[in-house]
Antibody, heavy 123, light 108 residues
Framework: EVQLAQSGPEVRKPGESLKMSCRAS????????IGWVRQKPGKGLEWLGI????????RYSPSFQGQVTISADRSTTTAYLQFHSLKASDTAIYYC????????????????WGQGALVTVST | SYELTQPPSVSVSPGQTARITCSAP??????GNWYQQKPGQAPVLIIY???KRPSGVPERFSGSNSGTTVTLMIRGVQAEDEADYFC???????????FGGGTKLTVL
């Protein structure tokens, strides 16, 4: 069974950095893309980006390119989402999810999701 | 920019058929996928590659692609189907994914 266990809720001040984690189990971590989705309070889903653990290839939404860094550690089967300088507008729930395809082929979609982690950025 | 357009809300009576649309100029060559999200829960994939249903998803959920619109159909709607539904696709030319704005399904 695919399982994605995310790190817990975080509270940060504007300008601070943050690295969130997502531990994967139940499948071959190296052979699937894994990515991140943002959901602001009461709003819709936003596709942030994905990483392929086998070679660390990444894809980012143009809206998030340069704003976050997505990475993966094969030795611990863990994916990461890193913020360099948080803003209040980054307050949201962040989901990690396993991603089928890299969006350069016929289809791409998330088939298994983590439980989500709330990030609150406030003074 | 690459956008998927969904109606904000759809209402249906129990036992009826709900249709939720998602429009984009790219759909003739891109696949559409659908997710269900209930309050306080993570999204769940219910349709992928326009028409395929993951194991465990009830047969009353189905999908179609008619060119510039993909449609999620829920036959015999039940109270438990009340949720937010999001379509999603990929932009092959620039290699990233995108979600529609979401549709709140209300079961009257």
């Amino acid at each position: 069974e695919v399982q994605l266990a995310q790190s817990g809720p975080e509270v940060r001040k504007p300008g601070e950095s943050l690295k969130m984690s997502c531990r994967a189990s139940g499948y071959n971590f190296n052979n699937y893309w894994i990515g991140w989705v943002r959901q602001k309070p009461g709003k819709g889903l936003e596709w942030l980006g994905i990483v392929y653990p086998s070679d660390s290839d990444t894809r980012y939404s143009p809206s998030f390119q340069g704003q976050v860094t997505i990475s993966a550690d094969r030795s611990t089967t863990t994916a990461y989402l890193q913020f360099h300088s948080l803003k209040a507008s980054d307050t949201a729930i962040y989901y990690c999810a396993r991603h089928l395809g890299d969006c350069s082929t016929v289809s791409c979609y998330f088939d298994s999701w983590g439980q989500g982690a709330l990030v609150t950025v406030s003074t | 920019s690459y956008e998927l357009t969904q109606p904000p809300s759809v209402s249906v009576s129990p036992g009826q058929t709900a249709r939720i649309t998602c429009s984009a100029p790219s759909f003739p060559k891109e696949f559409g996928n659908w997710y269900q999200q209930k309050p306080g829960q993570a999204p769940v994939l219910i349709i992928y590659q326009d028409t395929k249903r993951p194991s465990g998803v009830p047969e009353r959920f189905s999908g179609s692609n008619s060119g510039t619109t993909v449609t999620l159909m829920i036959r015999g709607v039940q109270a438990e189907d009340e949720a937010d539904y999001f379509c999603q696709s990929g932009d092959r030319s620039r290699r990233f994914g995108v979600f529609g704005g979401g549709t709140k399904l209300t079961v009257l």
